[in-house]
């Protein structure tokens, strides 16, 4: 049996103490207390949980839930029970209304309830959760889909890779190549397969959803900082702005002020845009490594864009990007994440490794980006960061830009 050791003890209990004094304000204060949580909640599993039992959550739970949500994707299981408003059902039930082998389901679902993704109500009888419901959402069960698809294998085949490299960091995209035995990097092989190239937009899509933006009241001060545009002119190019669910959100929050938006991307995701999907909105296929035909918009916007790239060809982007600017008026705004120099949140540090599997890029740290937009004659004019978000807006402009 294993005995927590007396500091395990103290430190558990203060984590009780912290959680239940933040429950008091949960309900009042903001998203904040919820998050602090959660980190909290975390903390206090790993304090008290033993090292097998780590291991085993890692290699045992963790891989197998992802499997069988993929799988329940794949049958169209959470849709099942979410049907007849949520009704308990039970395995057999399920079985036939997915039309699946009645032994896979019940293993499935019993996986499914020990992991908290569904409820076991009764033996052998299953209702949905508030996730499960949301994984018959596209926006959300495409982020499964794309993950696990794409990302997950790399992650997977990075040890073996890293030994036949005598652990030299990949900067390329050798690591998604070699997992997935491809001779495409991870846009090309996105774009060789239309149903993953849908997963890619809608994860990219959801992973902006329900988090402080940019452009919400308290982060970045748009109205001063983005004024001066007449009627006519370009206000915001969204390079490598996907299906432009950024710019349609702008649209949304920001309608008065004037001034054109435009979506640049490659040609699979611009052709997927809907007729009449994107009121407002020009969309354009531009390949961001060739000259900018955009000149002297009052702002070019790169979000999760920059993060894909090594610094040689981060560089040449913002080279492109810089032709383009107007002196004095024009700027760059990065939406990504700038990592902390301590206590760097999971959700960055995570993503920082899935880009090394995917495109041997990175995350990058305040310095990094500093020294990055230098070494192409721009200047940091500002960073900035609403309470509770993840990433940053780093405003660019010319180094002789006041
Ligand atoms: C990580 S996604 C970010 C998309 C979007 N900005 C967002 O935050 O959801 C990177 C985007 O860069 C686009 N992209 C990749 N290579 C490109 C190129 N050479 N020219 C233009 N866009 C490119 C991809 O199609 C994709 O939409």
Redesign the pocket.
Same mark, same amino acid.
Request: proline share 0%.
């Given at each position: 049996m294993f005995s927590p050791a007396a500091e395990q003890v103290d430190r558990a209990s203060l984590l009780i103490k912290d959680l239940s004094s933040l429950q008091t304000s949960l309900l009042e204060t903001g998203d904040s207390t919820r998050q602090e949580m959660i980190a909290k909640a975390r903390a206090l599993i790993s304090t008290l949980e033993a090292p097998m039992e780590s291991i085993l959550w890692m290699g045992w739970a963790e891989p197998a839930r992802t499997a069988t949500i993929r799988i329940s994707i794949d049958i169209g299981l959470f849709e099942k029970l979410a049907a007849d408003d949520g009704k308990a059902k039970n395995s057999q039930q399920l079985a036939d209304a997915t039309k699946t082998d009645s032994a896979l389901i019940g293993r499935m679902l019993k996986h499914l309830a020990s992991m908290f993704i569904i409820r076991e109500t009764l033996q052998d009888t299953y209702a949905p959760t508030p996730l499960s419901n949301a994984l018959t959402d596209q926006i959300f069960y495409d982020g499964v889909i794309f993950t696990f698809d794409a990302q997950l294998p790399s992650h997977a085949r990075l040890p073996a890779y890293l030994r036949s490299t005598n652990h030299i960091i990949p900067t390329d995209g050798s690591v998604f190549k070699y997992s997935h035995k491809s001779e495409l990097g991870i846009?090309e092989w996105?774009?060789a397969d239309p149903r993953m190239q849908t997963a890619?937009?809608n994860h &990219?899509?959801g992973?902006?959803m329900g988090r402080p933006h940019w452009m919400d009241d308290g982060f970045y001060p748009v109205t001063e900082r983005l004024r001066g545009v007449g009627e006519g002119e370009v206000l915001i190019v969204?390079?490598?702005?996907?299906?432009g669910?950024?710019l349609a959100e702008f649209h949304d929050k920001a309608p008065t002020i004037s001034g054109r938006l435009i979506l640049?991307?490659?040609a699979?995701?611009i052709s997927s845009i809907r007729e009449g999907d994107r009121p407002g909105i020009e969309c354009t296929?531009?390949?961001?490594?060739?000259p900018q035909p955009v000149r002297g918009a009052k702002a070019y916007? &790169?979000?999760?864009?920059l993060?894909?790239w090594s610094d040689d060809n981060a560089r040449k982007?913002l080279t492109q990007l810089k032709e383009a600017l107007k002196p004095g008026h024009s700027k760059i705004l990065i939406?990504e994440n700038v990592v902390s120099d301590q206590d760097a949140d999971w959700k960055i540090t995570s993503l920082d490794w899935t880009m090394m599997v995917c495109l041997g890029s990175c995350e990058r740290t305040e310095t990094q980006w500093r020294d990055l937009v230098v070494s192409v004659g721009l200047k940091i004019s500002g960073i900035w960061k609403g309470e509770g978000a993840t990433e940053s807006l780093i405003e660019i402009v010319l180094a002789d830009d006041a």
């Open positions: 846009f996105i774009a890619f937009q &990219m899509a992973y902006s969204d390079v490598g702005g996907a299906t669910h950024d640049q991307d490659q699979q995701a296929v531009h390949d961001f490594f060739t916007y &790169m979000h999760s864009v993060h894909d982007i939406n």
